[in-house]
Nanobody, 126 residues
């Protein structure tokens, strides 16, 4: 069982930055494929970024590529999402997810993730 707790959300003006954190307990994050998803009101949860178990590979949605960076530290058992050049369209609740990859695993599919945090609100004003 993995418990995930997100933090770092808030209100920021367009063009600003935030860093989200996802702290894990129960298991070391190096055992899991980790990702950030987001969900805006009235919309489905969408993929934002993911990092492989080794940390060697990262993946991003086209909408955030070049602006967001996902990283993780084994020592702190925490995954981060650095968000720069924020836009009003980035406004959403951001969720951290953990998955153990299997044959057919798709890192960009929320249903493939087993553990989720409670989410943290990010609001970008224009």
């Amino acid at each position: 069982q993995v418990q995930l707790v997100e933090s770092g959300g808030g209100l920021v003006q367009a063009g600003g930055s935030l860093r989200l954190s996802c702290a894990a307990s129960g298991h070391t994050l190096s055992s899991y494929f980790m990702a950030w998803f987001r969900q805006a009101p009235g919309k489905e949860r969408e993929f934002v970024a993911a990092i492989s178990r080794s940390g060697a590979n990262t993946y991003y949605a086209d909408s955030v590529k070049g602006r967001f960076t996902i990283s993780g530290t084994d020592a702190k058992n925490t995954v981060y999402l650095q968000m720069n050049s924020l836009k009003p369209g980035d406004t959403a609740v951001y969720y951290c997810g953990a998955a153990q990859p299997y044959s057919g695993f798709n890192y960009y599919t929320s249903n493939d993730y087993v553990y989720w945090g409670q989410g943290t609100q990010v609001t970008v004003s224009s």
